[in-house]
């Protein structure tokens, strides 16, 4: 009868630490709280775009929270032709890199085919990279000094090899 009870104890036990180790992981949004584009009720929950990484945006407002209407639009069509562009480079990049492990895993590799592979590769990153930047290029054209400077922050912080 006893060893009944300290088995029910110890399971009880056990399950309620299980629940409170995972109460972190269950309360967390999903997506990593990210909020719709331009501006939705997850981002005005970050107040100000400030994390514990960077300062945020000191006093201006983020500038996808002040796009009017026609901003919208424009922008959200931009990116669209951006990710349509992108993913095309990106699916003959990794089609290119397959072939690339293919040749070099050859019985007798031929160094010429491999550099030319290499140089295929390096184009098309060189065709992501440059649609990227001309992409930012254009969003700046479109908007307004104030929006700009909250975006070239934006900009500035981001990771240079995830351009």
Known sequence: MKINR??????????????LLMMPVIAEPMHG?????????????KKGHKSKKSKGH??????????????KLDID????ELVKQQSGYKAE????????NLLIIEDKTNLKNVKAKISQIVALKERIMLARFVHI???RARLNDQQR???????MK???KKH
């Open 6 to 19: 300290k088995l029910t104890v110890i399971t009880v036990c056990v399950f309620v630490l299980g629940l």
């Open 33 to 45: 709280g990210k909020a719709a584009h331009h501006g939705g009720s997850a981002v005005e929950a």
């Open 58 to 71: 000191l006093f201006s407002a983020h500038w996808a929270k002040t796009l009017d209407d026609q901003q």
């Open 77 to 80: 069509k931009m990116h669209l």
């Open 93 to 100: 990049l990794k089609s290119r890199e397959a072939e690339l």
């Open 137 to 139: 290029a254009e969003m």
């Open 149 to 155: 400077i909250s975006y070239d922050m934006g900009v």
């Open 158 to 160: 981001r990771n240079p």
